[in-house]
Structure formats: C-alpha cells, structure tokens
C-alpha cells in the first residue's frame, strides 16, 4: 500500500447512531457484522491480534433505519404521505437513509441536497435518495424566498430496504439494474406529465390501502407495485428496462468469453464485497482483508472487481472512503483531525495526503470551496 494509506489504525466496527424521529424508525440498526451477514458475506475477521478495542464514536451524521415491523410481520416496504409522519425530517440538518425513497411531490418548492448536489423540488416532480446518501431539504414558504425548518412539503412516499426487491426478479442486486437509480443524484429529480403523474400517485396510494389491511400475500402485491412504479420511473429517464437488461447481458456474454468468472458468481462476489466495503471502510483498506473475509484470494477478487466494474478492489474502497470523507467536511463543523479519526487515519497529516490525491485539493480548501 502507498504512503497515505498505510497508516490506518485497526479498529473494531463501531455501533451506528440511531438518531431517527419518524415514526417509521423505532429500533436500532444492525452492526456491521450483522449486516455482512445479511448480505451474504462471511462476517469479517480481521486478524484477530491486530484488532484493538476502541471506544465507540457517534456517528455526526443522523442515519434514519428502516422500521421493519411496523406492520406486525417483517416487511420491508412502506407508502404513506408525508403528512401521515409528524416527524418527517424536512429541515435542512443533513441525515442519511438506510433505505431508498421515492418521494412523489404534489405541493412545496425548494430543492433537496443530496450529496452537495441540488434537486429541484415542486408539484409533479419525482426524486429517489439511494440508502447511504447525505441529503438535507431546502424549502420556501409560502409568500417567501428563504428556506426555513418550517417549510411545508406534501408528498406520496414509498420506501424499501434492497432485500424487498433484490432477488426476487431473479437479480442479485435489481435496483442497481435501473438506468434512473445509476443516475448521479442531479439526474434524479423528475418532472412528470401530470397524467403519468397522477397514475403513480395513484398507484402509491394503493400500496397505502393494501398496508392498512396487511395480509399472508401483501408483499407479493406490494412488490408488483414497486416493480411497476420503477420501471415506469425508468422510462422516463429515456431508457427502458428491457434495453437495459439486454446491454447488460451483452456485456456479460462478452466477459464470459474473455474468461471472465461466471456470471452469478461473479455478480454475487462484487455485491458481497461492496456491502462489505459500506459496513468496514473505516476500519481497513487492505483488499486481503476483504478477500479472506469473502473466501477469496486478493487476486481473484481484483480480477471479479475489475471485470465488473471496471476498477480494481483498492479503487472501490478508496472511492467509499473519499465519499464519506467529503461528506463529513461538507455537513460537518468537524476538524480536520477529527474527521480523519472517525475514517481510521493514525494522523491527519496522512488523510490530507490521501484525500488531496483522490480529490485533487486539501480537505481545508474543499470544505471552503462548499461553503
């Protein structure tokens, strides 16, 4: 490993904060480990002698959890509207989701920050916020220019964890199969006509009826509707799901035959490894340890990786990292120092190194850039 990145400290995965205050959270998230299970991959193992116990750190940014039963059995979808949740955030604190949204906006203006970049808000337009991305609303009152906490938002609002989805299209990670969801977030507000509009209102309104009256088979309405909402929302974008698919199984045919690893293989690997990266990038970016924790040599994880994505396992990782750093500097007051601890570097000198190489500027002269 080179310079920067070397000199990270080992450290046991820490407890995230659950800061949540709608009522569509109520319990804590899962640990890392629990959420490498879930996603298939052994959970990790990191040498046990060079891991050292380390005082837990709350996370500075609020992360909202997905309240899994709060329908009686685990049901990982939900359709309301906004004002069904007296404790929406809708105020310009920055917070992540632990699931998608989508967010059909049918009164108030501003925008929505996701990632630093700004979405238009307004009747008739359609935004998606991925799980992980730090976003924070920006509305007008009514009669005024300026954005305050109290800003009124109406909206129809579907939300989802992954596994309610993944899988059961026969697609181990079907989301990110969508052309609208592997769109940077600028390209993820929609205007609609207002007929198509009205129809996807509609529709969430009807997965909203079928939770009022949970049944043995709800989940197998409900995930036709999100089916039929997403692919709607596909075609939008100027893509269909059909097209998509087929580009896609063009690639993969022409991987397999430069001798590429399987197909299924291949595309588990890389969805075990990403879910691992998101649960343990604060603690190590050493892609033995990602492979040993996947049951996999270093070299064949790089080559699944670059195949399918395009760039090495190290790349992966030290995209997350930076992802995570820029967003502490952007909706944090936190020093230099501090956010360079809370990723794993021994000493700041060493993340200002690491971070002017993959961003190109200090850590100091990007968080003045955004402000």
Not at 137 to 159: C, I, K, N, Q
Not at 256 to 280: C, E, I, K, N
Request: proline share 7%; hydrophobic share 40%.
């Amino acid at each position: 490993m080179r310079g920067a990145e070397v000199r990270r400290r080992p450290r046991r995965p820490r407890p995230a904060r659950d800061d949540a205050t709608g009522p569509f959270v109520t319990h804590a998230a899962d640990s890392a480990v629990q959420r490498a299970r879930l996603s298939g991959a052994r959970p990790p193992h990191y040498a046990g002698s060079a891991m050292t116990a380390r005082p837990a750190r709350a996370a500075p940014i609020a992360a909202i959890p997905f309240h899994r039963t709060k329908y009686g059995p685990d049901l990982l979808c939900d359709a309301c509207a906004v004002e069904d949740l007296p404790g929406f955030i809708a105020d310009p604190r920055p917070h992540a989701l632990r699931f998608t949204e989508v967010a059909l906006v049918t009164a108030g203006a501003g925008t929505l920050e996701i990632d630093g970049e700004a979405l238009p808000v307004a009747p008739g337009r359609v935004l998606l916020t991925r799980p992980g991305e730090v976003r924070r609303w920006r509305l007008h009152p009514v009669g005024d220019a300026e954005a305050t906490a109290s800003a009124p938002l109406a909206a129809r609002l579907l939300f989802f964890e992954h596994g309610f989805v993944d899988g059961f299209f026969g697609e181990a990670d079907f989301l990110a199969t969508l052309p609208l969801a592997g769109l940077p977030p600028r390209h993820r507000s929609i205007a609609l006509e207002p007929g198509r509009f009205a129809r996807l209102v509609d529709l969430v309104d009807d997965m909203r009826d079928e939770l009022r009256r949970v049944q043995p088979d709800s989940h197998h309405a409900l995930r036709a509707q999100t089916y039929r909402l997403l692919v709607d929302l596909a075609r939008e974008r100027g893509g269909t799901l059909v097209r998509e698919r087929e580009r896609e199984r063009d690639l993969e045919r022409d991987r397999d035959r430069a001798g590429a690893p399987a197909r299924a293989d291949a595309r588990d690997l890389v969805r075990r490894f990403t879910a691992l990266v998101d649960a343990q990038f604060a603690h190590t970016e050493r892609v033995a340890c990602y492979a040993d924790a996947l049951g996999v040599t270093p070299r064949h994880l790089n080559r699944v990786v670059h195949a399918r994505l395009g760039r090495t396992a190290s790349d992966v990782i030290h995209q997350r990292l930076l992802r995570e750093a820029t967003r502490l500097l952007r909706h944090t007051a936190l020093p230099v120092a501090t956010v360079a601890d809370t990723l794993g570097f021994s000493d700041a000198s060493y993340f200002v190194r690491f971070f002017r190489r993959h961003a190109g500027l200090t850590p100091g002269a990007y968080r003045a850039r955004g402000a």
